[in-house]
Each structure stands twice: as structure tokens, then as C-alpha cells.
């Protein structure tokens, strides 16, 4: 039996990787501490759920459309009214089942043997896997030559050529935390307008999750681009709901057509019931996302200090996302050795930098969505095994 090529190319995450070997270790009896997956601890809220139930308990159990109830993408369309003052017709919204299909589908369509597609590194594993899937050359930028990894306009501009086909962004950025403000963004929107021919990618899935008052600069706001703009969001991050599996993008018009044949061919349509929970959570109210981000700022300078504090350890204070990306070069160890020696000595689990890129050898993942007690022993167990 001989499969593609191009499956052969697919990547994955480490983080699953991570996890098998957590659960090994917990099953032996060991006590882990686990600050690698993506996720936070905030459980959905109660009316997003009460939501989904009471679809179900009124016969919601058939099919949508590919795009999504319109139901939905008007209730996104309404949130994107709200929060950023730009109208955005439903028409142009899909409901994706996650984030990841935006990711696919996108990169499918620009992607092929001759092309290139430019994207962050350190940054989302499967943005990498895609590209390589597709046939078309990966160019990399790298987001370690600045300390708080920030998106260097200058640097993404002098990669385009007329074989650049897509280009992807990640504001706020996974795994950094690193956000970039407005004025980079303004001078790269400007430095793309000569560009006209390339299409723009724009990750903005933690768009919610800032921090120190400030607002992303989403590329909603720069309606120049709209003909050749996606916007990848959805609700797991803002409103806790990973495992819902839901996810909401914006194309330009000429696109909808074959993004609705993509919908058909790979999953038919999103989930009924959750898409009532969809609705729920954006036409609701957000009381538990002022809770959250004021939890997740208590912890996000509590591990900072904590790993600043660790021997050979440098941190930079994210500005969104809840991941902080330490350097650990000063320990003598690379980004997985240290995570080796942290989860069997220490019992704490975390990502090496190179799950995520070439550039990130002497870095390591941390989630810190998690509890404040949590947090501060696996400090302390880190620590220990340092001195």
C-alpha cells in the first residue's frame, strides 16, 4: 500500500506528544503538573450551555448549511459590529468546526508546488504542516531576533516576491504572548499595499485575551484589504469552549464559493446544538470574561516573576494569549532538554521552543491558564532541580 506524498509532509503538535507522556507518568503513580496544553481552566459559561441543551431539547438534531445557521453568522457579524464599529456582511462569515479548517482551507487554496507562503516562527505547528502539505515552499520569519518577539513589518516585507501567494499573521501570537500594537501593524498594512496580489492570513483567535487595557489592532480595521483578507476566530479561547469545537472566519467574496464546496467536501456542517451555545456566548453577557482576564493577569506576573527568579532563566512579560515563552539558554540545556529534565525530575510538563519552529531552540511553552497554586509549586519544583 503506498499513500502520498503530501501526507507523508503533514507535521503535528507536540503538545499531544507531551500529554501521552504525562499520562504515562501520572499512571506510574507520579504526580504531574501540566502547563502545556492550550487550553485554560475557566469552564464555558452556564448560559452558553443552558444554550446548547435547550437546541437539543427542541428537536435542533439535523443539518445546517455549510457556512452555518445564519443565525450564527449574523450573531458574529453583530460582534464584529460591536467591537471593532466595521460591518461584515453574514454572507461573507463561515462557521467552522475549530479553528483549524480556516488554517486548511486557506493554505489549500494558495498553496501548490512553485509557491511560497510566509508565516511566523516560532508560531502555530500546523500553519508549517500545511504549507509543507500543499507543495508549496515554507519562508519562515523569525520572531526570536526581538526579546519580546514582536512582528517586524520591515522583516515580512523583504520576504514577498512574486512567487509569495499567502501570507500568515498570528496577533496576539501563539506561543510568545507577544502582541503588537497598532503602529507596526498600520506600517506593514501600508508596506503590503504594493502587494496587491497577496492574499493575508490573520490569526486573531486570542483577540480577547489582552492585557494592561489594550485592544487588538485586527485587520478588520484596514478595509483596503478586504478583497484578499481572511480572519481566522472562533470561541474557544474567549469564552473557554476548546472542546465545543467551534470556530468562525471571514473571506472575501470572491472566495465564499469554494469555501462553502470545501465546508461540503470535509464535514458536511458544524454541530447544530453548539452553534445555539455559538449564539449564546456573543449575543450574551461577559461577565466571565472580566473575571477571567483579571485571573489570568494575577497569573501571568506570578509565573513571570517566578521564572525570572529561576537560575538561567529569562522572561519576557506577554502581552496576550495566557503563554509565557522564557529563553532557558543560561541553564546549559536546550528548550527540550530542559523540558525533559522538568517533567522527570520535576514533574512539571511544558513545550520545547522547536515544537513550534526552527528558531526557538533555547525556549519552552508555558500555560499559565491555570491555578495560582499550580503555578507557584511548579516553580518551586523547577527551582529545585536547578540548584
Known amino acids: 500500500m503506498k499513500i502520498t506524498n503530501s501526507v507523508n509532509r503533514l507535521g503535528s503538535e ?37 444554550a446548547a441543551i435547550k437546541a437539543l431539547k427542541d428537536g435542533h438534531h439535523g443539518y445546517t448549511l455549510p457556512n452555518g445557521l445564519i443565525e450564527c453568522r449574523e450573531s ?98 501563539n506561543p510568545t504572548g507577544s502582541f503588537t500594537e497598532k503602529k507596526v501593524i498600520d506600517k506593514l498594512v501600508e508596506g503590503l499595499k504594493k502587494f496587491t496580489n497577496l492574499a493575508i492570513l490573520s490569526d486573531e483567535v486570542y483577540d480577547r485575551l489582552i492585557f494592561d487595557n489594550r485592544e487588538i489592532p485586527t485587520l478588520l480595521n484596514y478595509p483596503e484589504l478586504y478583497d484578499r483578507l481572511i480572519i481566522l476566530n472562533g470561541w474557544s479561547k474567549t469564552y473557554a469552549m476548546t472542546g465545543w469545537r467551534l470556530g468562525w472566519s471571514v473571506w472575501p467574496e470572491k472566495l465564499i464559493e469554494h469555501v462553502f464546496k470545501f465546508c461540503v467536501n470535509s464535514h458536511s456542517c458544524v454541530n447544530t446544538p453548539a452553534q445555539y451555545g455559538a449564539i449564546a456566548a456573543l449575543d450574551g453577557p461577559e461577565n466571565h470574561l472580566k473575571d477571567m482576564m483579571k485571573e489570568f493577569d494575577i497569573r501571568r506576573k506570578l509565573i513571570v516573576d517566578g521564572l525570572r527568579n529561576l537560575k538561567g532563566v529569562e522572561c519576557s512579560l506577554p502581552g496576550g494569549s495566557f503563554f509565557v515563552f522564557p529563553n532557558i539558554k543560561k541553564t546549559g540545556m536546550n528548550g527540550a532538554e530542559f523540558t525533559e529534565k522538568c517533567l522527570n525530575e520535576a514533574g512539571v510538563a511544558m513545550i520545547p521552543g522547536t515544537a513550534f519552529g526552527k528558531y526557538a531552540t533555547h525556549n519552552v511553552r508555558f500555560n499559565f491558564a491555570t491555578s495560582r497554586e499550580n503555578i507557584s509549586t511548579a516553580i518551586e519544583k523547577i527551582d529545585k532541580i536547578l540548584k
Open 14 to 50: 507536540a503538545v499531544y506528544t507531551i500529554f501521552a507522556k504525562t499520562q504515562k507518568l501520572i499512571k506510574q503513580g507520579k504526580k504531574i503538573i501540566d502547563l502545556s496544553l492550550g487550553q485554560s481552566d475557566f469552564k464555558s459559561p452556564q448560559h452558553v450551555v443552558d
Open 76 to 173: 458574529v457579524s453583530r460582534k464584529i459590529k460591536s467591537l471593532y464599529k466595521v460591518n461584515i456582511s453574514p454572507e461573507r462569515i463561515i462557521i467552522m468546526p475549530g479553528g483549524k479548517p480556516t488554517m486548511y482551507y486557506a493554505i489549500s487554496f494558495f498553496g501548490e508546488h512553485g509557491s511560497e507562503i510566509i508565516y511566523p516562527d516560532p508560531g502555530f505547528p500546523i500553519y508549517e504542516s500545511m504549507i509543507n502539505f500543499t507543495g508549496a515552499k515554507a519562508v519562515s520569519y523569525d520572531l526570536t531576533e526581538n526579546k519580546d518577539f514582536l512582528i517586524n513589518p520591515d522583516k515580512i516585507l523583504s520576504l514577498i516576491n512574486e512567487k509569495t501567494r499567502l501570507l500568515i499573521l498570528n496577533n496576539p501570537h
